[in-house]
């Protein structure tokens, strides 16, 4: 089969076409035809280096969000058979653990991640565990599918289960263009908030408010504090999602009202803040890690988007040996929705 690895750390150029022995399905396993991969940000962190998941090794093979046909099963594997169209997990637990026995995998101290700890879609076969790939419903195509796990858990972490967002909430999201901010917004309209997204990009912007925004707030139009407190009748942000990291923290915080959350989710532009605490304490704010995503919680979300009414978007394919190129897109900032791999 084809991988895209790399075997060094440095820039797109580090990436690699190569050939690679087919992978052989061991008890339990399932060999899936990648027909789609989407990127995220680990690959171009990881291919940089240092890396950032426990287990990582050279060379390595990316892509987390894999979608496609299986072709191979192996002993003991009666579902999916050969042939299901399928959606993998990327957060494979080792089902072992005192943690996993005890039903609470999300402490798995030997989690793997499909293309990040080990290999991933960036190649024509990905061997993972028959346990942790999904039946596609007709409806959904392979495209669409490998918009889903790694976007939709992290919205989901945030939003619904660390964020726990209701009616009668104000959420500020971060940046229209991630994956992650959109169906963080989609997850927070249908739990009935309302919803602001700020941005740099005012094409961006207006693309997230035909997606469901409420409001949304440019950084180029002075303060976007301000802007949140005139939105919320200078009440503030019930809860924030900043999938960003360091960049956004202070204006984060700044924007909460009393009692706000701010649910952490990612770290894209750093992950080191200063944080001044007096103003956490007087106000009562909360600052909360959004963690792992449990398999039953998985399953649940699979469950909740298979009945519709999400929308993924696509911002760009590419052919699986242009993965740099692809990565390249990605890195440049002017993606709307998820890039895609087609070995
Ligand atoms: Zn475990």
Redesign the pocket.
């Known amino acids: 089969m084809r991988v895209v690895q790399h075997a060094a750390y440095g820039g797109p150029e580090v990436l690699e076409t190569v050939e690679a022995p087919d992978p052989e399905p061991g008890a339990g396993d399932v060999v899936v035809a990648v027909r789609s991969v989407a990127l995220n940000r680990l690959d171009v962190l990881q291919r940089e280096g240092p890396p950032l998941l426990p287990g990582f090794s050279l060379p390595h093979v990316a892509g987390m969000d894999v979608a496609g046909d299986v072709v191979a099963v192996g002993g003991g594997v009666g579902d999916p058979v050969v042939g299901a169209r399928v959606v993998v997990k990327p957060g494979v637990?080792?089902?072992?653990?005192?943690?996993?026995t005890l039903g609470d995998?999300r402490r798995?101290?030997?989690?793997q991640v499909v293309g990040g700890s080990r290999w991933g879609g960036y190649a024509d076969l990905c061997l993972v565990p028959a346990s942790h790939v999904f039946a596609l419903p007709p409806h959904v195509s392979f495209d669409e599918a490998a918009c889903v796990p790694t976007a939709l858990s992290t919205a989901w972490r945030a939003v619904v289960e660390t964020g726990r967002v209701g009616p009668v909430d104000t959420v500020v999201i971060h940046g229209p263009g991630s994956g992650v901010s959109i169906f963080a917004v989609q997850l927070a309209k249908r739990a009935g908030a309302t919803v602001v997204v700020t941005g740099r990009s005012a094409t961006k912007l207006e693309r997230i408010r035909e997606l469901g925004a409420d409001h949304v707030v440019s950084e180029s139009d002075g303060s976007m504090v301000d802007a949140v407190f005139e939105i919320t009748d200078g009440r503030g942000a019930d809860v924030v999602v900043n999938h960003v990291g360091t960049a956004l923290f202070p204006t984060s915080l700044a924007m909460l009202s009393f009692d706000g959350r701010l649910v952490v989710c990612g770290t894209t532009t750093g992950g080191t803040v200063e944080l001044h605490l007096p103003s956490v304490y007087h106000a009562g704010l909360r600052v909360l890690g959004a963690g792992p995503q449990s398999y039953g919680s998985f399953v649940e979300m699979l469950g909740t988007y298979w009945k519709g009414g999400f929308t993924a978007v696509v911002d760009s394919e590419f052919p699986l040996e242009k993965a740099a190129l692809a990565q390249e897109r990605l890195e440049s900032g002017d993606a709307f929705g998820k890039i895609l791999l087609h070995p």
Do not use: I, K, N
Request: proline share 0%; with cysteine.
């Open positions: 637990s080792c089902g072992t653990c005192v943690a996993c995998d798995c101290a030997a989690v």
